[in-house]
């Protein structure tokens, strides 16, 4: 059975940082490419960033691009995001997911506050 498991969400002022992870299992992780995609009441479900199977090849929403950095860990099965400079904008539940531009399995989420 495939499961992502998201963790790492909170609550964070403007300027904050936060790190997200992902653990995976039930497939081969090292051989699929993963993502993000995030979801906010205003704005419906917005993809956020993907990474290839080699963690070499990475991308980015412009509304994210220069302050998050996604990341993976084969050995551990991990997928990670780094959030920098967080805005209010960034409020959202974050879903771990599976490929790149068809993704097939999706965490239950994880909230990401951000307020003053």
């Known amino acids: 059975e495939v499961q992502l498991v998201e963790s790492g969400g909170g609550s964070v002022q403007p300027g904050g940082s936060l790190r997200l992870s992902c653990a995976a299992s039930g497939f081969s992780f090292s051989s699929d490419n993963m993502g993000w995609v995030r979801q906010t009441p205003g704005k419906g479900l917005e993809w956020v960033s993907s990474i290839d199977s080699g963690g070499i090849n990475t991308d980015y929403a412009d509304s994210v691009k220069g302050r998050f950095t996604i990341s993976r860990d084969n050995a551990k099965n991990t997928l990670s995001l780094q959030l920098n400079s967080l805005k209010t904008e960034d409020t959202a539940i974050y879903y771990c997911?599976?490929?790149?531009?068809?993704?097939?399995?999706w965490g239950k989420g994880n909230l990401v506050a951000v307020s003053s």
């Open positions: 997911v599976r490929g790149w531009y068809a993704m097939d399995y």
